[in-house]
T-cell receptor
Framework: GAGVSQSPSNKVTEKGKDVELRCDPI?????LYWYRQSLGQGLEFLIY????????KSGLPSDRFSAERTGGSVSTLTIQRTQQEDSAVYLC??????????????FGQGTRLTVV | AQSVTQPDIHITVSEGASLELRCNYS??????LFWYVQSPGQGLQLLLK??????LVQGIKGFEAEFKRSQSSFNLRKPSVHWSDAAEYFC?????????????FGQGTTLQVKP
């Protein structure tokens, strides 16, 4: 596609429910990132995918958070047993080459998650 | 550990005035530095980036930034601000082990433009 696409754009869920957030990166981009943007915490790195593997999961805040990527393309971020502190905007970004450090990451519009 | 500090949480400037947004970083090796802009309800858009070479980099929308290694700074500048520049601005450093591209962001600076 023309850009990084994320769905849904907004999600309201009840505390304790599981949610899945989807990211469709730019076609051909091998690197994919998830970030979280919340009040008071700013933008935090969650996880990095290179192809289908995740060599850096260091930003996942707890074992309730998991992510997968299939076919080197679409990625899903799953949050189990959601808590109110999970409320945030979840941003996905993709980058064209494995050496992501020296290339630009393109960001999606984000999914705004509200846990009530 | 790598970190980025944006000392100014909120800045207000008059339209047509010059702008400088400050960014200081902490990183052991040669940093890869970025400035992103986020308009309300929008994703992040890259303004400019520094990888190596000329320490003064030009970006989109008339923005520029200067890398100063001695000061660990990468300040963003614009000579004349337009009302459409009102947004949140994030400085970031490329971090992590090689080939990951993970970004460490500053807390952001919100720019308000007065008519």
């Amino acid at each position: 596609g023309a850009g990084v696409s994320q769905s849904p754009s907004n999600k309201v869920t009840e505390k304790g429910k599981d949610v899945e957030l989807r990211c469709d990166p730019i076609s051909g981009h091998t690197a994919l990132y998830w970030y979280r943007q919340s009040l008071g915490q700013g933008l935090e790195f969650l996880i990095y995918f290179q192809g289908n593997s995740a060599p850096d999961k260091s930003g996942l805040p707890s074992d309730r958070f998991s992510a997968e990527r299939t076919g080197g393309s679409v990625s899903t971020l799953t949050i189990q047993r959601t808590q109110q502190e999970d409320s945030a905007v979840y941003l996905c970004a993709s980058s064209p080459t494995p050496q992501g450090m020296s290339t630009e990451a393109f960001f999606g519009q984000g999914t705004r998650l509200t846990v009530v | 550990a790598q970190s980025v500090t944006q000392p100014d949480i909120h800045i207000t400037v008059s339209e047509g005035a010059s702008l400088e947004l400050r960014c200081n970083y902490s990183y052991g090796a040669t940093p890869y530095l970025f400035w992103y802009v986020q308009s309300p309800g929008q994703g992040l858009q890259l303004l400019l980036k520094y990888f190596s070479g000329d320490t003064l980099v030009q970006g989109i929308k008339g923005f520029e930034a200067e890398f100063k290694r001695s000061q660990s700074s990468f300040n963003l500048r614009k000579p004349s601000v337009h009302w459409s520049d009102a947004a949140e601005y994030f400085c970031a450093v490329g971090a992590g082990s090689s080939n990951t591209g993970k970004l460490i962001f500053g807390q952001g600076t919100t720019l308000q433009v007065k008519p």
